[in-house]
């Protein structure tokens, strides 16, 4: 679908798209592995095992490294090592984590312009949050939906619909930003405008997901809305 001409509401995925996080994420998994004698991940896989929240990243650099963790949901299973993770990531969420170029002047020249701003992202709500913080984005975000906050995650299109009904905007005079499959899936399936970033943690090649629009940098944002 076109973009709108008139957005009213720019919502924003937060890792790989706002913020360049994986070093963090990968140092709080790595702390964690260490501690219970597994080797590190690598850059690499920590870029691609980030996207869909704290309990598939950890699930996968435990499939990664040695036997699974079991999701049964025991003292010693996924659920104890996810908890430990987000502890580790929350107690240094900003250490090595950047804003990508540009990325709060456009958020704030969004706002600026008379556009809401919400942050639609997998990570949990408060590591979220403190990051958003952190880096300079707080005073020009308007509502954050972290992974947790809600019933459904991206990629059910919930996760936005009930983004968008934070800020009482519509669908169809809003747009998703984003850098993998699973937020232009949600743009798609809650009818928003769908604008793709590429230098963040896609998985599949950008090439073979569906937008409206792709930008190399988010400072050219603002001249694809019209602002
Ligand atoms: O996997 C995560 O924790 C978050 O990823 P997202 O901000 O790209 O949704
Ligand atoms: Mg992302």
Not at 35 to 63: C, K, M, N
Not at 70 to 97: K, P
Request: glycine residues 12%; proline residues 5%.
């Amino acid at each position: 679908m076109p973009l709108p001409t008139k957005a009213a509401a720019v919502v924003f995925d937060l890792d790989g798209t706002l913020i360049d996080s994986a070093d963090d994420l990968g140092a709080a998994a790595n702390r964690l592995l260490a501690s219970e004698g597994r080797r590190p991940l690598t850059p690499h896989e920590v870029r691609r095992f980030i996207g869909d929240g704290s309990r598939v990243f950890v699930d996968r650099a435990w499939a990664a490294t040695g036997t699974p963790a079991d999701g049964s949901g025991g003292s010693q299973g996924l659920d104890a090592l996810v908890a430990r993770f987000i502890a580790e990531y929350q107690s240094d969420v900003a250490g090595h984590t950047r804003a990508y170029a540009g990325a709060v002047d456009t958020v704030a020249a969004l706002k600026a312009g008379g556009i809401a701003v919400a942050v639609c992202t997998n990570k949990p709500q408060r590591p979220a949050e403190l990051v958003l913080e952190a880096l300079g984005f707080a005073p020009y975000v308007d509502a954050v939906a972290g992974g947790d906050r809600f019933a459904h995650r991206k990629p059910d299109p919930r996760h936005l619909l009930d983004t968008l009904a934070l800020l009482g905007t519509s669908s169809e005079a809003a747009v998703m930003v984003g850098d993998n499959e699973h937020d232009m899936a949600v743009a798609h399936g809650a009818g928003t405008g769908a604008v793709l970033v590429s230098y963040g943690y896609a998985r599949l090649p950008l090439e073979e997901i569906e937008a409206d629009a792709r930008i190399d940098s988010l400072t050219d944002l603002p001249g694809l809305l019209g602002l």
